[in-house]
Structures are given as structure tokens and as C-alpha cells.
């Protein structure tokens, strides 16, 4: 089944205003809270019998996470929304963001009363014109209605919520540099731990998840835990919007239940564009490592089942490439990428990634050396592990996976000084 | 604080809840390499170097960022640990320079060192290298910023300690550079430690850039000789030539931190024009001559004059460089001579004081303590240009603390105030007195009848009670008079003030003074009022009665009253009017030898061996890092060979240590005595001509410093710091 959680006022007209979100049962949970049917040991009960787990990338159970909240510590405490978005191939968040912004600010008004916080922020990426206002309008929207504002319906528990637009940097997705940058401070991931829970916005509790699962959170408590399992699998709660992009008739966001065939959501998708041999997969966003075609058309679409396959189901971002890619090529933009978004502070990833990607780039210009491909190995295992944040680990697992099982083009290109596929 | 078990290396050790497991492992002398933690500076793990292996975690962990644990078994050398080092140690070197053998930092650079045990011989990288274009960031800092390995530690030092933001990191990824913001220059005080704090050669010390190697120099602890901290130093020297100065640690004085000003005043001993020879004025023109000959004649004249004005128209005044040897020697062969008129007080105008015995450096607590205050009241204290690292201690105690000021300047402050009042400059101790009564108020039965007599009809504000209120909350608190204070015409008023507010709100109280060596001069006697360690003296005449009244006949030890006094005009005119002048001088240049009959060549700072005692009463004795040129001679020989000639018995010192030994004697027989006023001084409206509206500029405080060339060209040089426009008067 589709667009059952987070787009499941798509099909209505102007989906995004509060009259169609309330029509699908929207706010009902907040309700509940308000008529004391939900109280927070229910919740976090539920949550975490959803199996929902983080659609920021890491895929950590979200309820487990909430619980990890110091609720009863005195004190301004935050709920911070991660709508980045930076992610290469992702673009679900802002679908739901610009199609049902109620339903996140549902979810996120439901985590400001389980952690007793009472102010959120949402920090947009800085391309999000469109959905900022979107959101803006819909906070009014929820504030007339008093979901947000003081006392929110009857209940003694106020809730604020901000929309933050970023400056454009991919790291300002990752959660402490974008605490850094809430804060107006250079987006720069800090040491962990301590973790936001402890030490986030100002120095104060914090908790960050990302907008498709804040925006999953209503839907779960409307129709229980159970529920929003079934429409997964095991460990896999849910459902999941996919962002397929590359070589497909039919690009765009699919949500589907965890656990489809990947063969399935290649068929929604349209098939491979024009009828071409599939070749590999990006299966999770860049950062995830590829897969090639007959692995992955063996897969299906949850964590466990793509992470045993050797890479990630992150973001959802699926990236189709069809048998005239060339890896070295797709290796050099991705590497090239995360040379220009690393934030710098760390050794083995400012100097790493800007090394993998030069050698990436000779290579492609038809200058590379018989050593060059053990080195880059070596290169990214040396940044593995050793960083601040995820970044370094982000920037090397795709060209490990490149060389894991694409070596024979680099070999190719390095000895003959072109495209193995190109020509 | 609780206590954990860990094992690092096999070695079994305690360490407290919370700490790093670095910090632990440095107590054990057991060395993790690391480039950007520094014990005190915030923790940031960017450099990664300091990677080791910790039982049961998959991977290596950085070692300055991760917290023992109860149990923890910690190996710095298995292999994981090993792997992890090289790994960032290769990443650190491919964008680096390796050209050592021309970089200024090249022999005593951590990246370097370290490269030795985890870099490989041959580069692995072959692409091109970055380079980032060097800034110019003023006269002290040298940089070469393609150096930098952005390990934060200079951004992280403005930042925390200084609480002004010089450098930062602008750029991201491989772009990031640090500097300075909009291409400034630095300018702070106390900017120069980051060059100790950078690990490689990204920021060096300009004024001995490219003079020397680590390895041909020597070292040589000593004294900072320019402010009442008395920070420890080594001066660096190869084979007798002054290299550089740089920070010897000491935890409860300056810990690892310099000022600039004790950083870069070495260069005055070469930058000014250095007197190699006892010279005589005849007939209007300098002749060198020996050393007798100069000597004979001083003598012969301070018989005369003494003789012939039974003692009242010759005087000593001690310079703020004067080592206690030299200001005891001085003041007793004057007396012996019979004489009572030496002073080394020429920025004073209060001496209401004088003659109560007191041998009080002070401060009657610990400098440390600044750190952990929790309300500090500065009186007249511009603590960033007087004493610059007192000013990083209060401003630690800010961090929880409250710190206020009574100052009436504009002051800059490096902190934040909770309260700040800003009399006019003839107001303070009125302002002042406005505490003392809202104190009292709060604490009626502390007073006694005279001093609740005193305060009778002075009113009180909000602002006042809040202030006392503060110090009386302060589980620890205190009350700082700066040098400002020593220099107001109601100076004893305002001491008195704080005496008395400290007792009725527990605090501690001190005041800071000028020059090095204040509290050493007064235990050595170098005041009209007393002799050495609070010894009864008939009262001779004070500075201020030296310089405006005249005199025949004058001695200056390393002094230039006719810059460093607060009546630098009346003080040239009476010093050009005099029959004879005798300079112990270091200097040929400036005004002195307009003035002077003679010129004796003494040793300069670290050229002579001796003792300042600090503000805190902490005696701290000092070896001759190198030997003065020429025919110069330490001061306290000179003196002693005067007074042979003089006739006089007991000169018979053989080194500098019997001279303060005896002195040490006379002190430890009295202790550290402070006799307390006994009436209150009385409360006067002075006239506002009369006040202090000029200081001494940060870098215009003594001979030395006026001739260290780097410190002159920077900005700070040419204001002073509380000048007539920032000083309030309406
Ligand atoms: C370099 C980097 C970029 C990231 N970008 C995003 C992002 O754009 N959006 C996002 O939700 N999470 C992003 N994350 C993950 C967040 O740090 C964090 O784990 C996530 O917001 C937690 O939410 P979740 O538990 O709901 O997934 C990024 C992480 C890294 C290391
Ligand atoms: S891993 Fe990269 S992006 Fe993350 S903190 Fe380190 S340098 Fe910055
Ligand atoms: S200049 Fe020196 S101290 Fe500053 S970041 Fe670079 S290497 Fe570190
Ligand atoms: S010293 Fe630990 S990361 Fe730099």
C-alpha cells in the first residue's frame, strides 16, 4: 500500500491545509494527549513497538531515543526538527514539508509535550523557500487552533515552534553542527559525547529527529504501534518514502511499506530509462555504498535487508544507474562532494577527502598509477572511525564501495587511460 | 570527587571522575602524542593524534575526549592505537610544508618531533599541496599560516582565556584558515601565547624570527621585571646574545601565560643605545673615563653636598626596574652617609601613610585566588594594561563569579561586570565611602564608633548596596585597588576605605602597585619614611618633595623622572637646575645625559643577579641570565664600591645573596607586618586639577620597556591606556 503515514493527505485537494489534515484524523493524537487517553509511558510504549527507527540516515529507533530524554530536569529543554535535507538524491522531506506540514508539526508538538520542552525549531535547509512558507503558514494555521501557542488545548503545557532556514552547508545536517547553527554559530559538528539529549540548543537537553519521523509519529499514535508495524516488517517498522532518482522514466518520492522488493519500487518508478540494463544502485543516499544491479535486485527496501548486503538504506535515497555509467565517474562527483563539505576540523577528513578525491580526479583525467587504488582504500579506512562526526565515515564507505566491486573500470581506466563503458 | 581504577600501559593508576584519560596519563609521565589539546584550553579532539586503544571498544578513541571509566584497561602503543596515530600523522603531513630546516619553529616543533615516531620516510602523497597566504598580524607575531595544521589552540585561547576574539577559523574543509577577522592585527596584551600554544611553526615570535635554532640556545630562569607579578621566565640566550623570553611555568603566579610587555622588553637592552662606560660631563661635553675615576668624584660631591646641607639636599630615587639588593644598598649608604632622602615613589602623591612601619607588600591573599571569586570589587584598576594576566584571573572567576568596578575611566575590561560606577577621577573615594555605608548599613554592629562617626551623613544608592551586598554574599570575595589608586591624592583615604569595607564584608583586600618591585623596595627601606624591614628612620624628603622642590644634588638608580614621574616637567627643570646629577644608568639615550654630571654604565634586567618580591610578598631571587657589555657593572657593586668610598663601615659584601640574606634577616625578625591606621584618615574634596588623569602607558612604565622596539610599534604602544579623554572629569 502507498502514502499511507506521511503522505496521506496527497490525494486531497491543497493537502497541506489544516482542513485536509484534520480530515485524514490529523491533530486526533494531540487530542487524545489533551482528553488524557495518551500519556507518555503510552507513548514511548507505542513508539517503540512501531519499530519506527530515525529516517535521518542512522535508522536509530526513535522511541528509544525519546526515552533518553531527561523530562523531569528543571529547565528549558528543545525540540529540534532536522529538515536539512543535504543528503545527494534525498528530497522526501521537503515533499512533506510542502504537501503536509501538519503532520510534522503534529509530531514535533507531541515530542515537545513527551520531553517536556517547550519550544521547537525546524531547521530547513536554505533552498527551502517554498516549504518555509508552507510551514510558516501552517503554524499560524495550528496556533489559531490552539495546538500551539499557550495551554495548548486546555492543557497545561505551552509549545512554540520556529522555522530556521540554513545557509546552505551539507554538515549543517548533521545534528550538533546544526545545534551550532541554531545557536548562529559556524556549522561545526561538537565531540560526542555529550550527546543533545544532555547537551544540545544552548547547552541544554535536546532532542533531534528527522522531519519524516516527527511526521510518522501522529499517524502511529492515531492507529497504535502495532499498526504501523505490520505495514513494515520486524525491526522495520512503517513505511518509507524512497526519492528515486538517476536513469528511471518516472523519478520522484514513493512511499511504500519497508520491506517492498526493491524490483517492486523499480517498477513504480517506471523501470530503467529507456529500457536499459540496470547497473548499480546508490541504495541510501551518497553516502551509502553502491550495489550493483544483481545484488540489488534481490533486495528489499529496510534497513537489515540492505544493510546485510553491505551498505544503507539512510535517507531512502535511491540512485538508478544503467549500464552506460561510468563508476569512476559517479566515484569522482561523490568524493569531489564531500571534499567541499567537510567542515574542516577534524584531521583524517579535511586532508582525507580532499586526497581521495584528487586521486579520484587523476585517475579520471587519465593519470593515474597502478598504487593509486590500494592507496585510496587505505586512505578512506584510515578516516573510518577516526572523526568528530559522520561526515569522515559518510565520505569514505562510498569509494570503498566503489573499488569493492567496481575495481576493473579503475583498473581499466588507470591502464588504458579511458571509460571502460564510455569509450 | 570521586575516584576510578584504570590501567594504562600496564601501569595501575587512580584517577578522578570526569577527567580525560590524557590528563591522567600525564600525571603518569605516560605521553600521548596530541597537537590540539592543551591542558588549558577547552577540550575540541579535532587533531585526532592522540588515538589510543581502549579494552572492548572496536575502535581507537581519542584520548583527550574520552572520560575514564571505572575498570578501564587503556594500551597507547598496541597496534589499533599505533595504526590510528600514523594514520593522522600521515594526514597531517600532506598539505604541510616539509621543509623544516627553513622554519623558525624547526627543532622544537611538536609536528615535527612527532613525525619522527609516526611519519613515514617516503610521502604517499603525491598531488599538490595547499598553500594559504601569510597575514600580517602586527609587530610581535610572525606567521606562516601554510604551516597551520588548524588545531584551533590559538582561536580556542582567545576565546577562553582572553575573552577577546583575535583568530578564528573562517572557510570550511580544506579552505579553513585561521586568522584574524578583516585582515586586523592582533592587539591584545597578553597575544604572544599563542606562539608558545602553536605547535608547529604556523605562528612564531617576529622580533627573534630566523635569529636562531631551539638547539644553540641556553636557558636561563629569571623574573619578569615589569609588573608586581613577578612572572617566571627563562630568558633564551646563544652564548650571551638574548634571543627570546618565553614563559617558565608557575601555577600560582603566571601560570604558563606572558604578558607581551614580559615577553618582548628583552629587545630595550640592545634597541637603545647601551652605556659601556662611566662617562664625566666637562664642560658641557661627555668624556669616557675608568671606572675609579668616576667613582672618586661621585663621592667627593655627595660629601659636599650632604655635608654641606647637613643631608637635606641630596637624594636617591630607584627606578621600577631597581632589584632589592640595589634599593637596600642604596638607602643604606645614604643613611650611613647621613642622609633620609631616597624614594622610589615617583608616581605618588598621598604619602599620609608613611611612618607607620608597615612592610605589607599588597596583597594579603594569594593571586591564585582571583581565579575562584565570587565577587571581586576593582577600585582604580585597569587590571588588562597594568598587570595583564591578573585580568585573565578575574576573568576565570567570572565564569561563576561577579566582578565589579569603582573606576573613573572608561575602562576596557576583558570581563563581563555585574556592576560598574564611574565617579568622577576626585570622586573616588567619596564613591567609594558610598559602599563602606551601604556595607554598614547592611552589618551595623561591624564598625566602630570612629568609623561610623566618619561615614555619618553619606548616603547610599541601590547601586552601592547591591555592590556591598555582592561582597558580603560572596562565600569568597575580595577588594582590588589598582595602580591608579597609589597615584590619587586620597590614596590612603580609599586604602582605608577598602581595609574597612574587606572586614565588614569578609573579604580579602590588596592593592596592586607599580613596577616590579615595590614591595621590595619598601622591605629594603628605599622610602623616606623608614629603612630596611619597617626599621625607624628620621623622615627625609619623598619624591614628590624631590622633584618639584629640587635638590643640589641627585642619584638616580635606572631612573628617568623626567618620564616616569607624574611631575616629568618640574622634574627636568630641577634635575637640569641641580649642582650634580649621578645616573646609574644602563642607557646612553634619552634625556638623562642632558641632565646628568655623571653616568655610571650599570647591568640591565638579566644581566645582573637579585631579588623582586612580588605584590603577594613572594621573594624571588634570579642568577644573571647573560653578562652586561662593556665596562658595565651589576648595580649593587657599584653601590657597594661607592660606599667604600664613602668611608662608610659594613660594605663588605662579597655577592648579591649576602646583601638580601641580611636583608631576609631584618624582615623575618619583624615578619610581614601591616600596622593599621589608627584614626580614619580624613575625608577631603580635592581639587580636580590635582587628580590623576594620566597613567603610564602600557608600554612606557620603565626604561627597559621604552626602548623594546617591537612593543613600541604596536598599537597599543601609542595611547595611554587612561588617558585625560577616557578619564572622567565632568
Ligand atoms: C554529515 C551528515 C549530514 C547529515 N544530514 C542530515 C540531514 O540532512 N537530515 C537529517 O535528518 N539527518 C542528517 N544527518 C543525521 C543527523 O545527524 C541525525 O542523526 C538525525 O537528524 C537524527 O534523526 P533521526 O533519528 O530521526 O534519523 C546527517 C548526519 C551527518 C553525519
Ligand atoms: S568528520 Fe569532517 S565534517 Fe565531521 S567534524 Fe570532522 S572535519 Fe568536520
Ligand atoms: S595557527 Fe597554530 S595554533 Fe593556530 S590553529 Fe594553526 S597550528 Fe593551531
Ligand atoms: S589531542 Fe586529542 S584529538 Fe587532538
Keep these: ?423 | 570527587m570521586g575516584k576510578v581504577h584504570i590501567e594504562i600501559d600496564g601501569q595501575k593508576l587512580e584517577a578522578e571522575v570526569g577527567s580525560m584519560i590524557i590528563e591522567v596519563a600525564d600525571k603518569a609521565d605516560i605521553y600521548i602524542p596530541r597537537f590540539c589539546y592543551h591542558k588549558k584550553l577547552s577540550v575540541a579532539a579535532n587533531c585526532r593524534m592522540c588515538m589510543v586503544d581502549v579494552a572492548n571498544l572496536p575502535k581507537a578513541v581519542p584520548a583527550c575526549a574520552t572520560p575514564v571509566a571505572e575498570g578501564m584497561v587503556i594500551d597507547t602503543r598496541s597496534q589499533k592505537a599505533i595504526n590510528a596515530q600514523k594514520a593522522v600523522m600521515e594526514f597531517l603531513l600532506i598539505n604541510h610544508p616539509l621543509d623544516c630546516p627553513v622554519c623558525d619553529q624547526g627543532g622544537e616543533c611538536e609536528l615535527q618531533d612527532l613525525s619522527v615516531g609516526y611519519g613515514d620516510d617516503v610521502s604517499r602523497f603525491t598531488e599538490g599541496k595547499r598553500v594559504v597566504k601569510d597575514k600580517d598580524i602586527g609587530p610581535l607575531i610572525a606567521t606562516d599560516m601554510t604551516r597551520c595544521i588548524h588545531c584551533t589552540r590559538c582561536v580556542r585561547f582567545g576565546q577562553e582565556i582572553v575573552g577577546i576574539r583575535e583568530f578564528g577559523a573562517t572557510g570550511r574543509g580544506e579552505h579553513m584558515e585561521i586568522g584574524t577577522y578583516i585582515e586586523e592585527t592582533v592587539e591584545s596584551e597578553v597575544s604572544a601565547n599563542i606562539i608558545d600554544l602553536c605547535p608547529v611553526g604556523a605562528l612564531t615570535a617576529k622580533p627573534s624570527q630566523f635569529k636562531a635554532r631551539a638547539w644553540e640556545l641556553r636557558q636561563a630562569p629569571s623574573i619578569a621585571a615589569h609588573d608586581c607579578l613577578g612572572s617566571n621566565i627563562f630568558v633564551h640566550h646563544r652564548r650571551g646574545e638574548i634571543i627570546r623570553v618565553v614563559p617558565r611555568e608557575n601555577e600560582s603566579i603566571n601560570e604558563v601565560w606572558l604578558s607581551d610587555r614580559d615577553r618582548f622588553s628583552y629587545q630595550g637592552l640592545t634597541e637603545g643605545a647601551r652605556l659601556l662606560n662611566p662617562r664625566i660631563k666637562r664642560n658641557g661635553e661627555w668624556e669616557d673615563c675608568d671606572w675609579q675615576t668616576a667613582l672618586n668624584l661621585v663621592a667627593s660631591e655627595m660629601k659636599r653636598i650632604i655635608g654641606a646641607s647637613n643631608g637635606n639636599d641630596f637624594g636617591i630615587l630607584m627606578g621600577n626596574n631597581a632589584t632589592t639588593e640595589e634599593s637596600y644598598l642604596a638607602q643604606r649608604m645614604l643613611r650611613k652617609a647621613g642622609s633620609n632622602n631616597i624614594d622610589f615613589r615617583t608616581r605618588r602623591r598621598d604619602y599620609t601613610g608613611d611612618g607607620r612601619g608597615s612592610v605589607r607588600s599588597g596583597m594579603n591573599f594569594p593571586m591564585e585566588n582571583l581565579d575562584t571569586m565570587d565577587a571581586t570589587l576593582l577600585i582604580g584598576a585597569d587590571l588588562r594594561h597594568e598587570q595583564p594576566l591578573t585580568a585573565l584571573r578575574v576573568r576565570k572567576s567570572t565564569g561563576y563569579g561577579k566582578a565589579m568596578a569603582i573606576n573613573p575611566f572608561d575602562g576596557e575590561y576583558n570581563f563581563r561586570l555585574s556592576n560598574e560606577l564611574q565617579p568622577k577621577s576626585n570622586m573616588l573615594a567619596q564613591e567609594f565611602a558610598c559602599v563602606l555605608a551601604a556595607a554598614d548599613a547592611l552589618r551595623p554592629e561591624s564598625l566602630n564608633a570612629e568609623a561610623k562617626e566618619w561615614l555619618d551623613g553619606i548616603e547610599f544608592n541601590d547601586e552601592h548596596k547591591e555592590i556591598a551586598q555582592n561582597l558580603i554574599d560572596g562565600e569568597a570575595s575580595c577588594i582590588l585597588m589598582g595602580v591608579y589608586v597609589q597615584e590619587h591624592p586620597q590614596a590612603e583615604t580609599i586604602n582605608w576605605l577598602a581595609e574597612t569595607l574587606a572586614s565588614v564584608t569578609d573579604s580579602d583586600w590588596g592593592y596592586m602597585t607599580q613596577g616590579c618591585n615595590a614591595a621590595g623596595n619598601k622591605i629594603a627601606g628605599a622610602v623616606p619614611c623608614q629603612s630596611a624591614a619597617g626599621g625607624k628612620s628620621e623622615q627625609g624628603k619623598t619624591a614628590k618633595e624631590m622633584l618639584t622642590e629640587g635638590l643640589k644634588g641627585y642619584m638616580l638608580v635606572n631612573c628617568e623622572p623626567d618620564v616616569e614621574s607624574i611631575w616629568a616637567e618640574q622634574a627636568l627643570q630641577n634635575l637640569k637646575d641641580a649642582e650634580f646629577v649621578v645616573a646609574l644608568t644602563s642607557f646612553a639615550d634619552g634625556r638623562v645625559p642632558d641632565y646628568a654630571n655623571v653616568m655610571l654604565p650599570i647591568a640591565g634586567c638579566y644581566e645582573t643577579s637579585g631579588t623582586y618580591i612580588n605584590v603577594e610578598g613572594k621573594w624571588q631571587s634570579f642568577a644573571a641570565a647573560v653578562k652586561a657589555p662593556g665596562e658595565a657593572r651589576p648595580g649593587w657593586k657599584v653601590l657597594r664600591v661607592l660606599a667604600n668610598l664613602l668611608d662608610l663601615s659594613g660594605f663588605e659584601y662579597e655577592s648579591s645573596l649576602q646583601v638580601i640574606n641580611e636583608l631576609r634577616e631584618k624582615f623575618d625578625a619583624v615578619g610581614d607586618v601591616r600596622v593599621a591606621r589608627k584614626v580614619p584618615p580624613p575625608m577631603m574634596v580635592v581639587n580636580e586639577q590635582e587628580t590623576n588623569r594620566e597613567c603610564l602607558g602600557l608600554y612606557m612604565v620603565d626604561p627597559l620597556v621604552r626602548r623594546a622596539g617591537a612593543l613600541q610599534k604596536t598599537p597599543k604602544a601609542s595611547t595611554h591606556p587612561i588617558s585625560i579623554s577616557r578619564v572622567k572629569t565632568r
Excluded at chain 1, 488545548?153 to 551539507?170: I, K, R, S, T, V
Excluded at chain 1, 581521495?356 to 598504487?371: P, Q, T, W
Aim: hydrophobic residues 35%; contains cysteine; aromatic residues 10%.
Design chain 1, 1 to 423: 500500500m502507498a502514502n499511507e503515514v506521511c503522505f496521506r493527505t496527497l490525494h486531497l485537494d491543497t493537502p497541506w491545509s489544516i482542513d485536509a489534515y484534520e480530515s485524514v484524523g490529523g491533530y486526533s493524537s494531540l487530542k487524545k494527549i489533551a482528553a488524557g487517553e495518551l500519556c507518555y509511558d503510552t507513548i514511548i510504549d507505542e513508539l517503540k513497538l512501531s519499530a519506527l527507527r530515525g529516517r535521518g540516515g542512522a535508522g536509530f529507533p526513535t522511541g528509544l531515543k525519546w526515552s533518553f530524554m531527561p523530562r523531569n530536569m528543571p529547565g528549558q529543554k528543545y525540540v529540534v526538527c532536522n529538515s536539512d535535507e543535504g543528503e545527494p538524491g534525498t528530497f522526501k522531506d521537503r515533499d512533506i514539508l510542502r504537501y503536509n506540514p501538519h503532520q510534522l508539526i503534529e509530531g514535533m508538538i507531541i515530542a515537545g509535550y513527551v520531553m517536556n520542552a517547550t519550544v521547537g525549531y525546524n531547521y530547513m535547509r536554505g533552498e527551502f523557500y517554498e516549504p518555509f512558507a508552507r510551514m510558516e503558514a501552517a503554524i499560524a494555521e495550528a496556533k489559531e487552533r490552539n495546538y500551539l501557542g499557550d495551554n495548548i488545548l486546555g492543557m497545561d503545557f505551552n509549545f512554540e515552534l520556529h522555522n530556521h532556514l540554513g545557509a546552505g552547508a551539507y554538515i549543517c545536517g548533521e545534528e550538533t553542527a546544526l545545534i551550532e547553527s541554531i545557536e548562529g554559530k559556524k556549522g561545526q559538528p561538537r565531540f560526542k559525547p555529550p550527546f543533545p539529549a544532555n547537551y544540545g540548543v544552548f547547552g541544554r537537553p535536546t532532542n533531534v529527529n528527522n522531519t519524516e519521523s516527527y511526521a510518522s509519529v501522529p499517524a502511529i499514535l492515531q492507529h497504535g504501534g502495532q499498526w504501523f508495524l505490520k505495514l513494515g516488517k520486524p525491526n522495520n517498522g512503517g513505511t518509507k518514502i524512497f526519492s528515486v532518482s538517476g536513469h528511471v522514466n518516472n523519478p520522484g518520492n514513493f512511499e511504500i511499506n519497508m520491506g517492498t522488493p526493491f524490483k517492486d519500487l523499480l517498477e513504480l518508478a517506471g523501470g530503467v530509462l529507456g529500457g536499459k540494463q540496470l547497473k548499480a544502485v546508490i541504495p541510501g543516499g551518497s553516502s551509502s555504498p553502491v550495489l550493483p544491479a544483481d545484488i540489488m535486485m534481490d533486495l528489499t527496501m529496510d534497513y537489515d535487508s540492505i544493510g546485510k548486503a553491505g551498505s544503507m538504506l539512510g535517507s531512502g535515497a535511491v540512485m538508478v544507474l544503467d549500464e552506460n555509467t561510468c563508476m569512476v565517474e559517479v566515484a569522482a562527483i561523490t568524493a569531489h562532494f564531500y571534499y567541499e563539505e567537510s567542515c574542516g576540523q577534524c584531521s583524517p577528513c579535511r586532508e582525507g577527502t580532499g586526497w581521495m578525491s584528487r586521486v579520484i580526479h587523476r585517475i579520471l583525467k587519465g593519470d593515474g598509477r597502478a598504487e593509486d587504488l590500494d592507496n585510496l582504500d587505505r586512505v578512506a579506512g584510515n578516516i573510518m572511525g577516526r572523526t568528530i562526526c559522520a561526515l569522515g565515515d559518510a565520505a569514505a564507505m562510498p569509494v570503498q564501495g566503489f573499488l569493492k566491486h567496481f575495481r576493473h573500470e579503475f583498473e581499466y581506466m588507470i591502464e588504458h587511460k579511458r571509460s571502460m563503458v564510455k569509450g
